[in-house]
């Protein structure tokens, strides 16, 4: 099976930073995309990147250009969100998924969903 556990929330002060970061198990194929996304008390559910494993497609949410990075380790299947300059309305559950890449289903459409690990950002 395949899993996904996101870690590295906590409370921060705005302005702060943090790092996530998404281990991935159980991946059978070394060609896949993982998103991150957020879900803020009583909102829906936001996606906030998307990185590839072999295809070099990286995308960020507009409303977090300059301010979040994702990048991932390819040999440990890990996927990090590096958070700067945080706000208080970046308070949420983030956490991340995954699908295999392929020629049929190419780009970000998750099919391998993980827990999140919650940021709460004090003003």
């Known amino acids: 099976d395949v899993q996904l556990q996101a870690s590295g929330g906590g409370l921060v002060d705005s302005g702060g930073s943090l790092r996530l970061s998404c281990e991935i198990s159980?991946?059978?194929?070394?060609?896949?995309?993982v998103v991150w996304f957020r879900q803020a008390p009583g909102k829906a559910r936001e996606e906030v990147s998307c990185?590839?494993?072999?295809?070099?497609?990286?995308h960020s949410s507009e409303r977090m250009k300059g301010r979040f990075t994702t990048s991932i380790a390819t040999t440990i299947k890990t996927v990090y969100l590096q958070m700067d300059n945080l706000k208080p309305e970046d308070t949420g559950n983030y956490f991340c998924a995954a699908n295999y890449w392929t020629d049929f289903h190419p780009g970000c459409h998750p099919d391998f969903w993980g827990r999140g690990t919650l940021v709460t950002v004090s003003s």
């Open positions: 159980g991946l059978q194929f070394d060609d896949y995309a």
């Open positions: 990185i590839s494993s072999r295809h070099g497609s990286e």
